[in-house]
């Protein structure tokens, strides 16, 4: 009997333990580039020879939201949103006349406790 409730707290323990980490998790750190190219086809630009492309990869074990910003070179960011992008699933953004730069952000899939930046606030606070 001693035995089955040791087990039954360690148990609990264990289980209060991974719900904190994942309450600390910076689920930014799951984005991860695993590709780019310049000139790439981009069927959603008017000229694609400046194109720039990024490949991103959700590399945790469980799924994400997803908010990427590619810049343009007129400093401006396009924005892409992905909800629930499953472990091991791969994204690509783009900016039609690029500069090379792109930011990214994560999120627990689903979790509304937290917003990401309007692209009003990208634009102004990453204008470089």
Known sequence: MKLVTFLS??????????KVESLDKDYTDCIVKYRSAWGEDCSQCAT???SYVVYLKNTC???I?????????????????YKSMAPGDSLRA????????YLAWGKRAGDESVVFPSIEQVNSDYKD
């Open 9 to 18: 707290v360690i148990f609990a323990m264990l289980s209060i333990e991974s």
């Open 48 to 50: 694609w020879n400046d």
């Open 61 to 63: 074990s469980e799924s």
């Open 65 to 81: 939201d997803v908010m990427i910003c590619v810049q343009e070179s007129n400093k401006e960011w396009r924005r892409f949103h």
């Open 94 to 101: 783009y900016a039609c006349e690029g500069t090379g730069k």
